[in-house]
């Protein structure tokens, strides 16, 4: 390995090891774990470090796991042994320890112990060790530690004799009693805290540092008093009983409230438990020869390899952290102790070789003797992920196979939205949902009207709401972002600004909006008026005040084509995503498509790899000043008005789908009849009585508002969600259906003399039953055939439907008959299944919902395996009984999201559809899913 001198920021290192977890791991496939542990060694409780292996992280939890593998390699590890995951769960289980668990541990401590030449809190030289939390995932910070265990009144002294320090042997002590008493004890920290900080007073100093053995012996002895005062029990004495009290607190961590929402942050499921790790101490304060370390084996920003790190002398590990002194970078030990500094660069590269990948690592020098505290698979920045897979190819220590697994569908997704800079970033006013990633600046508008207004002269608007409806639609594309202060992830405002791939940052509740005075009010008073500047982070779900600078994406502009990747002012970073999307489209089965609804953004999705369009919606070609036409059809009072209003109607969508087809030219595009209820055309029902009654009042009512009024009240739906709306509209509306399935054959026949190579699909929306199905397919066939003759052409359309009720999963096999394709809308299909109404549950019970570990994740988000998923997978093979080629597809929101796609190459659809945004992310997933094997790569999370 090349090592160059490079400099480190401790800040950095301590941001990437907090940051996401995904990467952090070496995937391993389950197989692999069951392979190595056999029926009978499952049982054994505790494991020595030299008989695990970094395979075994679901036994031994990430840092036991890794420990193993490092002592196994022969470098210098503490000795310790590692206590099962298996032990914990029991624990957690049953209230009680396994019972094998005290003698194992017995065996394990009495090797330590001969192995080390002392005895655990052996008064004249005691063993010390450290009692560490250790989960498969790393939860930093989340779960406990416990440092220095066996120290005790009397061997105290023990280790002051073989130190030599006094100072150092009473300040282990003080650090014991205050963390024992804290984590284990369960004693208000803030207790021993204060004491700490009056004996500084009393002796006039500032830092810890400066307090003498004299007066640690004295806060020895207020921390024990703390201890009997507030448990009741002294300080316990015996070095085994704080051992096995110290392993308990750790068991008893994984299910702090804190853990519990960490891991469901992070997808971490809550039945893992944590390992615990009972280390053998060394100390990196032992003198100016002693100190600790953090190191990197390449830089986790830029991927590049070096010398990565931060070295502080004389120091404990806990020191580095905290920041008390400042650290220096790793280079400057070369210049304190060399042969430490050859050993520790020996060791990162045969780390890197040997797990093939970035590697970070903690160390401490003990009087001029290296010790390995951890290692893993470092932690690293999205834009890092994609440089060090293609280095690690280049470099031969990899397949390509291998690097698909190293990236993911995440942090491609991070990469794409432009970012605030943090640097400049100032004080936040509310916290809402990360509901669309991206940074938007603007000034703050209040209503749809003012955002197009504003954005038509020039100006960024941002559009806060309280919550978003359909109505908001097109001040939403003008706006840079959207802000509400209600709702979750899948509200409207969420739902559609993901699609647009426009910021959104929704459910700041601490927000109040007042639209109608055009202002909204922060925590604190402060109130932005409309005009005012503010910015939205939809990474993070931050609201600022003012403009914070925004950086760019050079991966939107690769994606775009604005940018190449042999280009000069292309970085390595673009030309890394570009060779991992080239090896994803050669090892993918499913194919991507996009759901997009214009020209526009079908000419975006093609440039971003779609390979057709999976769900054109046709309600929104209806929206804006179409509206009215919409309105006259539902007011038709004869069969003369209604083919009126659908006559006006036909151009204008046959325009629609002529500039649709030749965006996607030659490839396929399923086009959906329309969907929602009727009703989402009219006016709302307040407004419109209002207004009514006011002008009834005044004695001037307007006979079209009359008539309004009453077909809104004809057409209002206390669940419009299951009312008159998909192919029941097709039914019951004479024409409506033939008119648009025209509207596709015209254009389709505009585009085939235009020598174009359109490839149109019809797709029924929320059948239940195929004598739906075989209606509107008898009808759309006569039509098609009409214009097929007329025109002098084979339009080659094929028509089928959206599988998004259970009925229809359930009867898939019946309407496999009537269908050319299915495509599983995911979204209704989720709603359906659990009966909830997604623009209502996100906001009322889903944080409950969350909390309470009933679902880790929105089932909108990520597909629900067990019960929705059930029903595609049936569906399929069902639908795939009848009729074998049948075309499979999913159109939900779910189609770009990364667990479920691996979902739907393990059941074996055709494509997945998903925004236009989501492309390079659903390709990307795909592949991995594809390269991973059976398993589908997904590591259930
Ligand atoms: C669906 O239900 O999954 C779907 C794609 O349709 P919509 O979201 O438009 O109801
Ligand atoms: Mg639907």
New binding site residues.
Partial sequence: MRMYPGTFDLGMFLAVRAESRHEETIPVPEEQHVAQVSPKARQKLVYDFHEGNKDLKDLLGGKGANLAEMTNLGLPVPPGFTITTEACKEYLETGDEPKALRDEVSAHLDALEQQMGKKLGQKNDPLLVSVRSGAKFSMPGMMDTVLNIGLSDASVTGLTAQSGDERFAWDSYRRLIQMFGKTVLGVDGELFEDALDEAKKAKGVATDVELEAKDLKKLVKLFKGIVSRETGRDFPQDPREQMDLAVRAVFESWNTDRAKLYRRQERIPHDLGTAVNVCSMVFGNLGPDSGTGVAFTRDPASGHQGVYGDYLQNAQGEDVVAGIRNTVPLAELENVDKKSYDQLMQIMETLETHYKDLCDIEFTIERGKLWMLQTRVGKRTAAAAFRIATQLVDQGLIDEAEALQRVTGHQLAQLMFPRFDSDHAGDTLARGIAASPGAAVGKAVFDSYTAIKWSRSGEKVILIRRETNPDDLDGMIAAEGILTSRGGKTSHAAVVARGMGKTCVCGAEELEVDTKRRQLTAPGGIVIDEGDLISIDGSSGKVYQGEVPVVPSPVVEYFEGRMHAGAEDADELVASVHRMMAYADRVRRLRVRANADNAEDAARARRFGAQGIGLCRTEHMFLGERRQHVERLILAESDKEREAALEELTPLQKGDFVQLFEAMDGLPVTVRLL?PPLHEFLPDITELSVRVALAESRKDANENDLRLLQAVHRLHEQNPMLGLR?VRLGLVIPGLFAMQVRAIAEAAADRLDANGDPRAEIMI??VGTVQELELVRDEAEQVIAEVEARRGVDLKLTLGT?I?LPRAALTAAQIAESADFFSF?T??LTQTVWGFSRDDVEASFFTAYLERGIFGVSPFETIDRDGVGALVRSASEAGRATRPDLKLGVC?EHGGDPESVHFFHEVGLDYVSCSPFRIPVARLEAARAASAGNGGGSDHR
């Fill in positions: 969907d998909g929306p929320l959206m998004e809308g979204n209704d939900g």
